[in-house]
């Protein structure tokens, strides 16, 4: 690995948002050339994203810039997953073709990753903004006083956790290569779940040091999910988190937690409003998906109430 980062861009038919996005990430990396790599994998797009790649491909000339077009369309969290894979510098950041990201932040990024090569996780701080509405929902995702690099990784992702900040930003994370090609071996169908990302944050968070930073380096426009995906919401809200959170144990994070996170889902985040209209909209689904969502309930309430 003679690079320092990879900065890898996962795109499909947005081809607007990369080359807007190719346009900051050719003026921020001005003078760091040396130190990063650029790779760009298109899910088979079928737009003219393949022409915006190759004239960007040509402008950035002093710059290694690779690109992947996949045969097929294999979904969002592969491609990001595949991006994981490809990297071949020390650390990998994936970023999202439509994200607002601060000029700054690039080089901050490769300061704290030469200041701190211990470092398997930079979790960069994030502003929501809601697309239907242009609001700012959330002026800063991670309300954290003091920036520092924190050798307790673990401690910090169950406070994390426990505060319900987002750690599933694509942008918003910066993972020691080695570390997340690791966390992608422990748990391979990972990519298979939207809220995967949480796990791999939480993976590299055990295998070195951990930043989050103070300051928001990123504008993520969300485009709220439970009212424009539903039946996307609902699966990853009773389905695919509490399947990471149980992940979470048989990497070493604490059972009794993990337990309470999804008692403290039931308890705080199940709406049955939208449990009765999903089972009258998609009934197989969302039968199959809360009978194995209760099943798991009641084993954590037994485990954590009962058997101490």
């Not at 320092?4 to 996962?10: D, R, S, V």
């Not at 954290?144 to 599933?168: P, Q, T």
């Amino acid at each position: 690995m003679n690079k320092l980062l990879t900065i890898a861009i996962p795109t499909f038919n947005r081809s607007e948002f990369l080359n807007k996005q190719l346009a900051w990430l050719a003026e921020v990396v001005k003078g760091f050339e040396s130190e990063c790599e650029i790779f760009i994998s298109d899910n088979c797009s079928t737009d003219n994203t393949q022409e915006v790649i190759k004239n960007w491909q040509e402008t950035l000339s002093n710059i290694k810039v690779k690109y992947n077009r996949n045969s097929q369309n294999i979904g969002l969290m592969r491609n990001f997953s595949h991006c994981l894979q490809a990297a071949t510098s020390k650390y990998v950041w994936v970023i999202a073709d439509d994200h607002t990201i601060q000029q700054k932040t690039l080089a901050y990024v490769v300061q704290n990753l030469k200041d701190h090569p211990d470092l398997s996780l930079l979790a960069l701080n994030f502003s929501i903004r809601s697309i239907p509405t242009g609001e700012i929902v959330i002026e800063r995702v991670f309300e954290i006083e003091n920036e520092e690099v924190r050798a307790d990784g673990r401690a910090v992702i169950e406070h994390s956790l426990a505060a319900d900040w987002i750690l599933g930003l694509m942008s918003g994370m910066i993972y020691k290569t080695e570390a997340i090609k690791l966390a992608l071996q422990n748990w391979p169908s990972s990519p298979e779940n939207a809220e995967g990302q949480i796990y791999w944050s939480a993976f590299c968070a055990t295998q070195g040091s951990i930043k989050i930073t103070k300051q928001t380096y990123i504008e993520y426009a969300s485009p709220m999910f439970f009212q424009t995906k539903p039946k996307e919401w609902f699966k990853r809200h009773y389905a695919e988190l509490p399947e990471v959170y149980m992940k979470l144990i048989e990497i070493g994070y604490d059972k009794k937690f993990c337990r309470e996170l999804i008692l403290k889902h039931f308890t705080q985040k199940n709406n049955w409003k939208v449990v009765l209209g999903a089972i009258r909209r998609w009934p197989l689904l969302a039968i199959t998906t809360m009978v194995s969502y209760f099943r798991l309930v009641g084993v954590s309430a037994w485990e954590v109430t009962v058997l101490p």
